[in-house]
């Protein structure tokens, strides 16, 4: 069921490294690429069908195409490198194996696009990845990759790496443009979109890395080479990461459209220690969940995760076995993005603390139905009501399991227990 | 009204203002959408989520007003079931974490929380686990003191400080629901303009250490006055109250919105300067240092005023239009000299580039409209040759240029018509109280020619006379301030045209008159 | 995330030593403005003097010609920076997702119980300080545990025996 295509050298020994990576074909694609228009570029891309592997799946070329014409400003290229989604971390294989698979991506961008500064916004959490990272950039400079001339042609591209540090937000694009710009990473309201006003104040593209990534191999075979991996809609490849409770968990490239169940058992290795399953997460921590009959039906693909009301997002895959307490998950999960929301928006600072004490007093025996309840309707009452989709990030997930699971949040709830007095924090 | 536009807000056709977004647009045409991180002054930051408004067949189809510009044809959704819910939903994450202190709350009765709870909210509490704690009582410097846990993090006080005053103390640290508003550590607010977060703080996080538990809001009447802390004239609200048996006192002044002077905002020096209306008060009135009624201290200034053979007449900067001309035309009755002489009022390089003036004179365009001498040469020699010196509440000390004038004090007799006991009054054979600006009305004219008016906020026990009730009972023709002007027009060319009572809330720019700084 | 507000000082003020003050000048010719750098410059300085002070907070905002409030601001917002000295050896613990299911919490216990340490605290001899961290991307080989910098990948509580054994 595998297949390499963006990692076609993550097993080659010292693929980060220039020279190996060149002759394993690395930089290919741009004799090429400099024989085409930009415009050209840009087609090509679109006619792949590649969409954006952050997760939102936005077709890439498209994006591109949003950039408005002859501003007298300069473009930028922003390298979305934060993934901190929990379940996600397949760009860290792409910046640790392939780095200059991103490079030579971020030359078919910038070129199609007309920017000659990109940054790399990288999660501060990659210490030994970021050092990596630059390293392959430097070897760049050196080789005439980057810098004045790209490649011998006039054609300027400076590559700057931003690091992050500890926030989760920052993903999100336009916090990831306010965090470069010197600011704590809240999302901007939009429009404008940074299409339009971005870094800056200028016109900016926002790409994942492995969107980036993807060029090279669209470029040097071309859209149909491409296509020629998965779907109609869900064109070519993708690093899946699986991990949680099978027996070989770790990020495998897939076509898109396999069925999920199928590349569970025969590339994961199955639940693991012969464990029933009890659910999936199809696509990061914030795609609702998937109870084991959904999971039989659906596949690796974003039609079909819509069909099954959830999202491909990141392809980061769960596993959920059979022991798995999903009160306590839900615990862990809104943990997460209540310490991760920015605190600009009164109903995610707000609502998401509420929730995690909700569930809280669930999980030490002092729950009703009524806090259960709550929960729920508080997942609506936040939603959807922010600058950015972080609030919604924890709810449509926590909707899922109290819909598909809540005979297990009950089994914790008092049956008619009194609300608690209200007591401040010691 | 400029360029206009074509909307419908739950179906009813309105017109406004093109260009503005929809909370200021449609708050001109009487409908208020409710907000609390929207401030016009600081522009839209969208952080509060109470201005979410509907947009029918919109993309999306829920938007901040903040932040969406009234358009053509658009059909915006305020009051429907939806919308009304969500503001319901906002309210309640507002208060989850927000203390129940509103009995001991300062902000209590102006405060949107309260107000917008009893609006959109009005539910029961379901908050049955702990609220977050945070910071209470912060001595945020300039007299701010702030709340934490009643701060809706709306980031107003923040923005002031880095957009308006660029001094940029405080900042919001942490995320999540600890996120606070903070200063960094020892260096707390250091601006001149700071009591302003007081003003723009929609809830009670900001209070003003001065006006802290002195006052309920409720109690207190609010009036329009004009500050006259310097020659700006700021717009502002004097709030006031009479307590049963007592005086009535100002407790605070408070900006009040006037774009053609001094926008949204006021020094933090002016909005002190409430204080001085009810310190230090000269309530009394002495003849030869004994006190006596009012009436035996005017027969006495009459008297000797009608016996003096070289009288100055000496008028304060900070007199109104009309008090000037009245005691210009007293001074011409009693064949007087007259001056205007007022340098002590004026602080080199006190000023900035806001709206803090050099010029502590509120009304200094005023004396040279009326073409009243304000030469130190002129005022000095008249004084040396004077036999009476009747100074109508200049304080000619207020700064100490004026040292080598105390000398000269003395050589003649002085009768002061004065509001406070200052050092400049003392030695004054007849000392008659009069009124400070609160407790009257009339007309000044800022340094940039602005003409306003303002009417009488405080009626004091004391009940001081208006500086122009006095000059007619000294014998001048000019019983009221409305009176005054058929002779202000005659005389003063620029203010020909002019009807007082037509001059509108913003005051009115004087047509002829450049933009100057009106030296002394 | 808990309150971050509270700033402690070095008692010493600081200046970049001369290879982190080369690196922040080349860094600034990369930025059109120069807020862009607090970040930048917070790694620098917690680079040299392994921790945030207030004394760098204030420096910072001197070399950028910004206000120390922005500054705090962001040291504040971004959880790596610490904000109060850490053990020689940090050891973070992702408590998300993949390490939460695959038990991460047998390992917090197990350096709790042997170093005595709980999460947010400093060992009493310096060496050591423990912190469960947010997702760190290394979900298909959970639970995973960052010792300064450093990623040790499918943990288990022997496997940690091992890797503290081999620390100096």
């Known amino acids: 069921m595998e297949v390499k295509i963006l990692s076609a050298r993550f097993d080659i020994d010292n693929a980060h490294r220039i020279d190996v990576a060149r002759t394993h074909g690395a930089y290919r694609a741009l004799d090429k690429l400099f024989a085409m228009a930009p415009a050209e570029v840009i087609e090509e891309v679109k006619a792949s069908g590649l969409r954006g592997r952050g997760g939102a799946g936005f077709p890439t070329g498209m994006k591109w195409g949003f950039l408005p014409k002859d501003t007298g400003k300069p473009v930028y290229l922003a390298v979305n490198s934060d993934e901190s989604e929990p379940a996600t971390f397949k760009d860290r294989y792409i910046l640790v194996r392939d780095p200059h698979a991103l490079i030579e991506g971020i030359i078919i961008c910038c070129w199609a696009i007309g920017c000659h500064d990109c940054y790399i916004y990288i999660r501060g959490e990659y210490t030994s990845q970021v050092k990596i990272l630059q390293a392959a950039i430097d070897e760049a400079y050196g080789a005439g990759y980057l810098g004045a001339r790209v490649a011998g042609r006039d054609f300027r591209l400076d590559v700057t790496v931003h690091r992050g540090a500890g926030a989760y937000v920052c993903g999100e694009e336009t916090a990831l443009l306010e965090s470069i710009e010197g600011k704590k990473g809240q999302p901007r309201s939009k429009p404008p979109f940074p299409a339009v006003v971005g870094l800056f104040g200028c016109p900016t593209i926002i790409n994942n890395v492995q969107s980036i990534a993807s060029l090279p191999y669209i470029i040097a075979n071309g859209a149909a080479a491409y296509r020629a991996y998965g779907t109609e809609k869900s064109c070519g490849t993708h690093l899946f990461g699986i991990s949680g409770h099978v027996e070989r968990p770790g990020m495998y490239e897939l076509p898109l459209g396999l069925p999920l169940l199928e590349v569970l058992e025969n590339v994961a290795g199955g639940v693991w220690k012969g464990r029933k399953l009890k659910g999936v997460i199809p696509g990061g921590s914030s795609t609702p969940v998937l109870t084991p009959a959904e999971a039989a039906t659906v596949t690796l693909d974003y039609e079909s995760m819509a069909a099954h009301k959830t999202m491909f997002g990141s392809g980061g895959i769960v596993v959920l076995d059979e022991t798995v307490d999903m009160v306590r998950l839900v615990e862990n999960l809104i943990a997460f993005y209540h310490h991760e929301s920015c605190g600009q928006c009164t109903p995610c600072r707000e609502g998401l603390g509420w929730m995690l004490k909700i569930v809280r007093k669930l999980l030490a025996g002092e729950g009703t139905v009524a806090d259960i309840d709550l929960l729920r309707e508080l997942c609506d009452n936040i939603e959807m009501k922010t600058v950015c989709v972080l609030s919604a990030a924890c709810t449509m997930p926590v909707r899922s399991y109290l819909e598909k699971f809540r005979d297990e949040f009950e089994a914790y709830a008092l049956d008619g227990g009194s609300p608690q007095p209200e007591q401040r924090e010691g | ?520 | 995330m808990r309150d971050r507000s509270q700033l402690q000082a070095a008692g010493q003020p600081f200046t970049f030593d001369a290879e982190r003050n080369d690196e922040f000048e080349r860094l600034c010719t990369r930025y059109p403005i120069r807020e862009s750098m607090i970040m930048p410059a917070l790694w620098l300085a917690q680079e040299q003097q392994g921790w945030i002070s207030a004394e760098v907070i204030e420096y910072i905002a001197e070399r950028l010609d910004t206000y120390p409030a922005k500054v705090y601001e962001l040291a504040t917002f971004y959880t790596m920076y610490h904000l109060r000295p850490v053990g020689t050896y940090h050891i973070c613990v992702c408590r998300t997702l993949s390490c939460y299911l695959r038990d991460k919490q047998e390992i917090v216990d197990f350096i709790t119980d042997e170093i005595g340490i709980k999460p947010g605290q400093v060992s009493e001899d310096g060496r050591f300080s423990l912190e469960e961290v947010e997702c760190l991307g290394h979900c298909g080989t959970a639970p995973v545990v960052q010792i300064n910098g450093e990623f040790h990948e499918e943990m288990n509580v022997e496997k940690l025996k091992a890797v503290l054994a081999h620390l100096d």
Not at chain 2, 324 to 337: D, H, L, P, S, V
């Open chain 2, 1 to 520: 009204m400029a360029e206009t536009v074509k909307l419908f807000v739950n179906g009813r056709e309105v017109e406004v203002e093109a260009g503005k977004n929809l909370i200021d647009a449609l708050r001109v045409v009487g409908i208020e959408i409710p907000h609390f991180c929207y401030h016009p002054a600081l522009g839209a930051d969208g952080n509060c989520r109470m201005c979410l408004v509907g947009i029918e067949d919109g993309r999306p189809p829920l938007v901040p007003a903040c932040k969406t510009p009234a358009q053509p044809g658009m059909k915006v959704l305020l009051d429907d079931q939806k919308i009304r819910k969500i503001q319901r939903d906002i309210m309640e994450l507002e208060l989850i974490n927000h203390p129940v202190d509103c009995p001991v709350c300062d902000q209590a009765g102006e405060c949107r929380l309260q107000d917008y709870y009893m609006e959109y909210d009005l539910q029961d509490s379901r908050m049955r686990v702990p609220q977050v704690t945070k910071g209470k009582r912060m001595d945020f410097g300039c007299g701010v003191v702030h709340d934490q846990e009643r701060c809706v993090l709306c980031a107003r006080c923040v923005r002031f400080t880095r957009q308006i005053t660029k001094t940029g103390e405080l900042g919001i640290v942490n995320r999540s629901d600890q996120a606070r508003v903070t200063i960094f550590p020892g260096r707390p607010l250091n601006n001149r303009y700071a009591l302003n977060i007081v003003d723009i703080c929609p809830v009670g996080a900001m209070t003003s250490r001065d006006f802290r538990f002195k006052q309920r809001v409720w109690f207190l009447q609010k009036d329009e006055g004009i500050c006259h802390g310097c020659s700006t004239g700021c717009a502002i609200y004097i709030d006031h109250h009479r307590e049963k048996n007592g005086d009535d006192v100002i407790y605070r002044y408070r900006a009040r919105t006037n774009m053609q002077v001094n926008g949204y905002f006021i020094c933090d020096a002016g909005r002190l300067s409430y204080k001085r209306e009810n310190e230090n008060r000269q309530d009394l009135t002495l003849v030869d240092g004994v006190v006596v009624d009012f009436e035996q201290g005017i027969a006495a200034a009459l008297e000797k005023m009608n016996k003096a053979r070289r009288p100055l007449l000496l008028v304060s900067p900070d007199a109104t239009l009309e008090q000037m001309w009245a005691i210009k035309r007293i001074a011409t009755f009693y064949g007087a000299t007259l001056s205007g002489y007022s340098d002590a009022y004026r602080i080199d390089d006190d000023g900035d580039d806001f709206l803090i003036s050099d010029d502590k004179a509120a009304n200094r365009y005023s004396l040279e409209l009326l073409e009243i001498d304000r030469d130190r040469e002129s005022f000095q020699a008249a004084l040396a040759h004077a036999d009476l010196l009747v100074n109508f509440d200049n304080d000619l000390f207020f700064s100490p240029i004026n040292e080598s004038l105390q000398r000269l004090l003395g050589e003649q007799d002085r009768i002061s018509v004065c509001s406070h006991q200052l050092p400049v009054f003392s030695g004054s054979s007849v000392i008659l109280p009069c009124a400070s600006p609160s407790e009257y009305g009339g007309s000044i004219i800022n340094r940039h020619g602005v003409l306003q008016r303002f009417r009488r906020a405080v009626r004091r026990n004391a009940d001081p006379r208006d500086i122009l009730e006095i000059t007619h009972l000294l014998g001048g023709a000019i019983s009221s301030a409305e009176r005054a002007w058929p002779g202000i027009r005659q005389s003063v060319p620029v203010l020909r045209s002019v009807e007082p009572e037509q001059i509108p809330v913003e005051g009115l720019l004087l047509n002829n008159s450049e933009e100057r700084d009106v030296g002394p």
